[in-house]
């Protein structure tokens, strides 16, 4: 169980750095190395990616992995750096509001400062109604543990897949519906374009989180148009997978060990995790 008091006042400056003067960007991390890479880079909070932790598991992303290997991940990641830590808990894995509520205080107990909620599960946007139930079920669960954990409410109304019709209004109901049940921050992903990002800005009533992309507008414009805090996903995992993918056509093509010019050494490696931050 890690100090409440210290939890606390990381939880609380995690939620400042969503109204700072610039963008919250948050590289999301799935294993201590990347998480200790990440902050000795100078990040002032890390966050979590549920498909990356997933992925390096041996799992599919969606709940495929259990609450707790998910949270043992997470207690990993939060020991072993002193920044805040924010965990991507997907659904909240499990059908109803005390499933939630088991797994925010399971959170808490991995030494999280703050969380992710979705709300759409295996493939199914949930009803309306439900998933503002589970985000202020999420908040109450919060506050009994004595921690303001910082909620970040994911809506996935963007998904083509799950929404036919207004998709934009849709997604701003929900956002602000999340915000009123208690979420600090609210996540819109599938989202990319500077006009679309800028109405979403002015029409959600509380910090903006964008998921970033190869299409997405630059941080300065990110910031120009509004927006409060951005996550690159599971994309900073998947891009290490890519380069094991052309080191390895490198070396069947040619034959040359190229990719290894300018890696991290293995000492550097070693001077970063030898010993833990917690």
């Given at each position: 169980m890690p100090d409440l008091a210290v939890l606390r006042r990381k939880a609380?400056?995690?939620?400042?750095?969503?109204?700072?003067?610039?963008?919250?960007?948050?590289l999301n991390v799935w294993d201590t190395a990347s998480a200790r890479l990440v902050e000795s880079l100078g990040f002032p909070a890390?966050?979590?990616?549920?498909s990356g932790v997933a992925n390096?598991?041996?799992?599919?992303d969606g709940e495929r992995l259990s609450r707790g290997e998910m949270l043992a991940v997470v207690a990993r990641i939060a020991h072993a750096v002193t920044v805040p830590v924010s965990a991507d808990l997907e659904a909240g894995y499990g059908e109803g509001?005390?499933?939630?509520?088991?797994?925010?205080?399971?959170?808490?107990?991995?030494g999280a400062a703050g969380f992710n909620l979705e709300d759409a599960r295996r493939g199914v946007l949930?009803?309306?109604?439900a998933?503002?139930?589970r985000v202020r079920a999420a908040r109450a669960a919060a506050s009994?543990?004595?921690?303001?954990l910082v909620i970040n409410a994911r809506s996935d109304a963007f998904h083509p897949g799950y929404v036919s019709g207004d998709r934009f209004a849709e997604a701003v109901r929900r956002a602000n519906a999340y915000r009123e049940a208690g979420a600090d921050c609210l996540f819109l992903p599938f989202v990319s374009e500077a006009e679309v990002i800028s109405r979403l800005a002015r029409a959600v009533n509380g910090p903006l989180n964008i998921l970033a992309g190869a299409q997405t507008p630059p941080l300065p414009e990110l910031k120009r148009l509004g927006v409060a805090r951005v996550s690159v996903g599971?994309?900073?995992a998947r891009a290490a997978l890519s380069i094991i993918r052309r080191a390895s056509d490198e070396l069947r093509a040619t034959g040359r060990f190229d990719f290894a010019d300018g890696i991290i050494t293995h000492a550097e490696m070693n001077r970063l995790l030898s010993h833990e931050a917690g």
């Open positions: 609380q400056a995690l939620c400042a750095l969503h109204h700072g003067p610039e963008p919250l960007l948050l890390i966050a979590t990616t549920s390096s598991l041996g799992y599919a509001e005390d499933a939630v509520k088991h797994t925010v205080r399971a959170a808490v107990e991995a949930l009803p309306f109604e998933a503002v139930q009994e543990t004595g921690v303001p599971g994309a900073l």
